[in-house]
């Protein structure tokens, strides 16, 4: 069983502090990895896609991937109380066509 | 234009009964898909389509789950003889790429909430 696996929370982190979140992957081919964000009661919204080893910075938020230790993870820098959502990590498993999901890790920005 | 739109937004329905769930995408996206969400659990990947053809169903739950599209528009997802445990909400994504290739972003409508007594 392929599987995508998360920390479901909830991850408080205080307002302007740095939030890290991480993911890991079961399948080694994967190559095509996101973060997606939920609010509650709503639907995702991707935040993110790295498909390299390294860092991939957009705004406040940097994609961190390491394939030889089937890691990905999501940094947000000065957090805000409207970062407080369920982020949802999502691999595309190598040779499939398929998307698997995490459970998401919710994350609480404390004002 | 539009974003990707689902129909309807609620649905209750009695054990045994069919439903039909349907998904408008993004004008010229060819690629379709359907998720099922469950409460506090994650998204759990159905079925996707690339323009009318559907070419893995293995992720679909059960045979009493079908989808279809047509015209390279519009989707429907059917569940018959619905179970409780069939309860979620079922999301509808398109793209204007497919899965296997890179940066295919995938825009999600805003669900279908299945309430199966």
């Known amino acids: 069983q392929k599987e995508v696996e998360q920390n479901s929370g909830p991850l408080s982190v205080p307002e302007g502090a740095i939030a890290s979140l991480n993911c890991t992957y079961s399948d080694r081919v994967s190559q095509s990895f996101f973060w997606y964000r939920q609010y509650s009661g709503k639907s995702p919204e991707l935040i993110m896609s790295i498909y390299s080893n390294g860092d991939k910075e957009d705004g406040r938020f940097t994609a961190q991937l390491n394939k030889a230790s089937q890691y990905v993870s999501l940094l947000i820098r000065d957090s805000q109380p409207s970062d407080s959502a369920t982020y949802l990590c999502?691999?595309?498993?190598?040779?499939?066509?398929?998307?698997?999901f995490g459970k998401g890790t919710r994350l609480h920005i404390l004002p | 234009g539009a974003g990707v739109s689902q129909s309807p937004s609620n649905k209750v329905t009695e054990k045994g009964k069919d439903v039909e769930l349907r998904c408008d995408p993004i004008?010229?996206?060819?690629?379709l898909y359907w998720y099922r969400q469950s409460l506090g659990q994650g998204l759990e990947f159905l079925i996707y389509?690339?323009?009318?053809?559907?070419?893995?169903k293995s992720g679909l739950p059960s045979d009493r789950f079908s989808a279809e599209r047509t015209g390279g528009s519009v989707s429907t997802l059917t569940i018959q003889r619905t179970q409780q445990e069939d309860s979620a909400v079922y999301l509808c994504?398109?793209?204007?790429?497919?899965?296997?290739?890179?940066?295919?972003?995938?825009?999600f409508g805003p669900g279908t909430r299945l309430t199966v007594l």
């Open positions: 994504a398109s793209s204007f790429l497919t899965i296997p290739l890179m940066g295919d972003t995938q825009y």
């Open positions: 389509f690339q323009g009318n053809s559907a070419p893995d």
């Open positions: 004008s010229g996206h060819t690629a």
């Open positions: 999502a691999v595309i498993l190598g040779g499939d066509d398929k998307i698997i």
